[in-house]
């Protein structure tokens, strides 16, 4: 509900400060949440495998390559990976 509010308010805005509020949003996320951790080994993780729901590191990418691995969003340092539900 809220997202669909900010992204319309966000398209108004010039793009310095969209990506000063992108660049903020990002801060607050990894300095209060922290970066999610790689399922496999537990380093930092740069990707969310799709298909298992949890977080994946650089080494770990599933074996069907980029399609099957999204981007970490700000809203993943707030998840509780330990708790994700197995597919």
């Known amino acids: 509900m809220t997202d669909g509010r900010l992204s319309g308010i966000q ?8 990506d000063r509020l992108e660049r ?3 801060w607050y996320a990894l300095r209060f949440g922290g970066a ?3 399922a496999e080994c537990g380093d930092e993780a ?4 799709k298909a298992e729901g949890e977080p994946r590191c650089f080494k770990h990418i599933p074996e069907e390559g980029t399609d099957a691995i999204r981007d970490v969003r700000p809203e993943d340092c707030f998840t509780d990976w330990s708790g994700a539900p197995d597919n």
């Open 46 to 49: 740069a990707w969310i495998a």
């Open 36 to 38: 999610p951790r790689c």
């Open 24 to 26: 903020l949003r990002w």
């Open 11 to 18: 398209s108004k805005l010039p793009a310095g400060l969209r």
